[in-house]
């Protein structure tokens, strides 16, 4: 008898497996795959990766101190080997902690017979069925497929076909001007390919503040992509090696666009391999896992995390749910925060935000205050030639309550981290001004934009009435 089964291990279920060890829980992790899940082997790292080798060709043919960089090219087949390398390298290391844990990995595919009965389909083709008085369900997404097209690998590619392909096209179209679209976008044209971007809601990057999804449409514009919104993908043709994509816009007029390859990044959908609702009772919200805050299902004794329970499809999610989830298997039980999980996205500028847009918290009809900084007005990045994006704090206006922050431009990915332990800790607006920052960094900015808020920011020109 197993204190705990984890079936998945990803991001979510490898921590959460880590986390009941940690416990003192007797704990045993199914995982049909390899550990890491999507987000180690074909997501997230493998697309920073990409991001970060891209990059840095881009940087150099537009620096104002490099001569001769314009001969530069991508060496795509040394791109996929190094990625290749640093995620077996991270895979290896998460096997190494699992079983410095004393964690029982069981390479094979996990199927729900009851809340505490778990079968497991081993590799080598037998069976056999473990019990445990809890089990974890951490199964995550997979690509959503779209009823008219069936990725070949080659013409037509997820994600997954995408970061493995050694060839760079001359042109791509993109469905998806979301998170996985935008980054993907980001990796073609800094490899000098033609991008169009066909996306089926009013604008990219839904859910972002106005001011990223703007400054994100102005970025791609500078670098002659082309964004197609409210653009229905209708029916998708290869002729002559070409890609013929056939959409509708949002004046309902059927147009066409070629392109030497068609990716598709239009959303993911849970895996539910293993676990059949209907035969568990187990409830649903759509195709999503329903669960409370405790990360509960209706089931006694069964969780649920990550990608599999809907919301945000992020990796630190899945982590953040599982540790959820453990602390009230073990206690001393806490409830899921998901105000206070933060949004990043790695394209032509990073976007790092947390907590409410500027539009929907006046949506709350609360007394709102916008503090802004921009980077160009930032020490720290006129001194590294990267001057775009700005940080934007909304708060209320009454009580200093930290209702979201914005931030665009280098490392925000990495800058967002403050904001979110500020407002874990329930601190106010300005309480972020008071910190004292070292110079020269863009983590002034953060201060200055709380500074801002006040009224009382430094490094600008005084606002006039």
């Known amino acids: 008898m197993y204190d705990l089964v984890v079936i998945g291990g990803g991001p979510g279920g490898y921590v959460a497996a880590i986390k009941g060890a940690q416990s003192g829980l007797k704990v045993l992790l199914v995982e049909k795959d390899a550990l890491g899940g999507t987000c180690l082997n074909r997501g997230c790292i493998p697309t920073k990766c990409f991001v970060h080798d891209t990059k ?43 079983k410095s844990h ?22 080598d083709g037998s069976s056999k069925e473990v019990e445990s008085r809890n089990v974890i369900l951490a199964t995550g997404s997979r690509p959503a497929d779209l009823p008219f097209l069936h990725a070949d690998g080659h013409f037509v590619q997820t994600t997954d076909d995408a970061l493995g392909t050694p060839d760079v096209p001359k042109s791509v179209v993109i469905i998806g001007g979301g998170v996985v679209g935008m980054e993907m976008a980001t990796i073609y044209l800094n490899m000098g390919c033609n991008v169009a971007i066909l996306e089926l809601l009013p604008d990219i990057l839904t859910g972002e503040d106005e001011e990223v999804r703007k400054t994100m449409r102005r970025l791609l514009r500078r670098r002659k992509a082309s964004v197609y919104v409210s653009a229905r993908a209708k029916e998708v043709n290869i002729k002559e090696d070409k890609v013929q994509i056939i959409y509708e816009d949002k004046d309902k007029q059927v147009k066409t666009v070629v392109s030497d390859r068609l990716l598709v990044a239009a959303g993911r959908t849970p895996v539910l391999d293993g676990i059949d609702p209907v035969r568990l009772g187990l409830k649903m919200e759509g195709s999503f896992v329903k669960i409370n805050s405790r990360c509960e299902t209706n089931l006694r004794g069964v969780y649920a995390i990550g990608d599999l329970v809907g919301g945000m499809m992020l990796a630190h999610k899945a982590s953040a749910q599982a540790e959820v989830a453990i602390s009230n298997i073990a206690g001393p039980g806490r409830e899921f925060q998901p105000e206070y999980v933060p949004r990043c996205i790695w394209a032509l500028e990073e976007v790092g935000s947390v907590g409410l847009s500027e539009e929907n918290a006046r949506a709350t ?18 001194a590294m030639g990267n001057v775009e994006g700005f940080v934007k704090i909304v708060g209320d206006a009454e009580t200093g309550e930290i209702m979201g922050v914005h931030i665009m431009g280098a490392r925000a990915t990495d800058l967002i981290g403050e904001p979110v332990m500020a407002m874990t800790m329930e601190a106010a607006v300005e309480d972020m001004a008071e910190c004292v920052k070292p110079h020269p960094t863009l983590t002034e900015s953060v201060m200055e934009a709380a500074l801002d808020w006040s009224g009382k920011v430094v490094h600008l020109p005084k606002k006039t009435a």
Not at 115 to 120: D, L, M, V
Not at 365 to 382: D, E, T
């Open 365 to 382: 009809g609360r007394p709102i205050r916008v503090g802004k900084f921009p980077h160009r007005a930032s020490g720290a990045a006129q």
């Open 56 to 98: 840095l060709l881009q940087e150099a043919k537009t620096s104002q101190v490099l001569t001769g960089a314009g001969s530069l090219r991508i060496d795509i087949s040394r791109m996929i080997m190094r990625k290749r390398e640093v995620v077996d390298r991270l895979v290896k290391g998460v096997d190494t902690i699992l």
């Open 102 to 123: 004393s964690v029982e990995i069981a390479p094979g595919h996990g199927e729900l017979m009851a809340p505490r009965r778990t079968k497991i389909h081993y590799q």
